[in-house]
Nanobody, 124 residues
């Protein structure tokens, strides 16, 4: 059983930056593909970014490409999401997720473990 704990959320002005972190425990972190999803009020949860455990290979939603960067540290069992040039529409609860597969995917149903989420609020 893998436990995921997110941190780093908060309130930031538009144009600012935040870095989210996700600490994993209880499994072989280096063998999991990791992802970040977000859910804004009144909307469905959506894919943000993912990173494989080997390579690594990354993928991003079009809405964050060029602004967000996902990275991982297998030695520390952490995955991070550096968010720059934040916009009010980035406001959401951000979730960390892990899957046993070797490829990134935007489908949340293919992720096996989820964190509790961390709130990111971007003011205009």
């Amino acid at each position: 059983q893998v436990q995921l704990v997110e941190s780093g959320g908060g309130l930031v002005q538009a144009g600012g930056s935040l870095k989210l972190s996700c600490a994993a425990s209880g499994g072989t972190f280096s063998r999991y593909t990791m992802g970040w999803f977000r859910q804004a009020p009144g909307k469905e949860r959506e894919f943000v970014a993912a990173i494989t455990w080997t390579g690594p290979t990354t993928s991003y939603a079009d809405s964050v490409k060029g602004r967000f960067t996902i990275s991982r540290d297998n030695g520390k069992s952490t995955v991070s999401l550096q968010m720059n040039s934040l916009k009010p529409e980035d406001t959401a609860v951000y979730y960390c997720a892990a899957r046993r597969g070797t490829a990134t995917t935007v489908l949340e149903t293919l992720y096996d473990y989820w964190g509790q989420g961390t709130q990111v609020t971007v003011s205009s």
